[in-house]
């Protein structure tokens, strides 16, 4: 009997979450590939999730959505926090798949659903490409402490630069600060230099890891996959089709 096309997305899901590392990147291959290169580093990125494991496909779809925090107050997120439809990204400011997303897919969707209430975008930290990621992407939950993390964002991307060449050296990441908007530079830094910061980094990487993500950009719209440098076309229909499932 042919598998239902919910049933397919349910399997391609645990693709994703339940392979680990070596199927994510088998399924980034798949739909069109990751740009990130692999995690190398010694992180459970070949582990499930407690709450996946050993779950029925129900279960697992429930677990992939629970991955969705709606905090109102998070200034990583786009959208109502009561939306139906949540997408969840996670990517690397040195990403230039991360960044051909910023600039030419994110803005559409937020015309096409995030201003009409249906989708709402969270961001997740996920830095892969060493020191300059992981300091751009402390300093980006900086800029997002004085209420202008998509300002940063949109910064960032506006154009491709070269990856880990001093793009985002102190100085610079000042620059694009101050370009964002960010008022206080001065809380700014220390705010890139905390634990709060670092603490909040680790958090969404080890999210990633859990769910076997191993290169930028990833995303899950409610509990589909999206893997590598997708058009927006997959987007619209994952978005549609979440939100017809919740009945909007």
């Known amino acids: 009997m042919p598998s239902s096309p919910r049933a397919h997305r349910r ?12 199927a994510a990147v088998a399924a980034a291959t798949a739909l069109g590939g990751g740009s990130g290169d692999p995690v190398s580093r010694d992180r459970p990125s070949a582990a499930v999730s407690p709450s996946v494991a050993g779950a029925t496909p129900d279960e697992q779809e429930k677990s992939l959505l629970a991955l969705a925090r709606r905090d109102q107050k998070d200034p990583l997120a786009l959208g109502r926090a009561d939306a139906p439809v949540v997408l969840i990204a996670y990517e690397d400011f040195q990403c ?16 096409s659903y995030v201003d009409r209430g249906l989708l709402r975008i969270e961001w997740r930290n996920f830095p892969v490409f060493g020191a300059e990621s992981e300091r751009v992407a402390r300093a980006s939950w900086a800029a997002g402490r004085q209420g202008r993390f998509w300002q940063f964002h949109d910064v960032v991307y506006a154009k491709e630069r070269p990856r880990n060449k001093g793009a985002f050296s102190s100085s610079r990441l000042h620059e694009m600060a101050r370009e964002a908007g960010v008022a206080d530079l001065d809380r700014f830094e220390a705010d890139l230099k905390s634990q709060a910061a670092e603490a909040s980094v680790s958090r969404d990487q080890e999210e990633g890891y859990a769910l076997g993500v191993s290169s930028t950009p990833a995303f899950l719209v409610n509990s589909t996959p999206i893997l590598g440098a997708q058009p927006l076309s997959a987007f619209t ?3 549609e089709k979440a939100a017809k499932e919740a009945g909007r």
Not at 11 to 22: C, D, E, F, H, S
Request: charged share 25%.
């Open 11 to 22: 399997r391609l899901t645990l693709i994703a979450v339940g392979g680990g590392a070596a």
């Open 96 to 111: 230039p798949f991360c960044g051909k997303f910023a600039r030419e897919t994110k803005p559409e969707l937020v015309r």
């Open 237 to 239: 229909a994952a978005v």
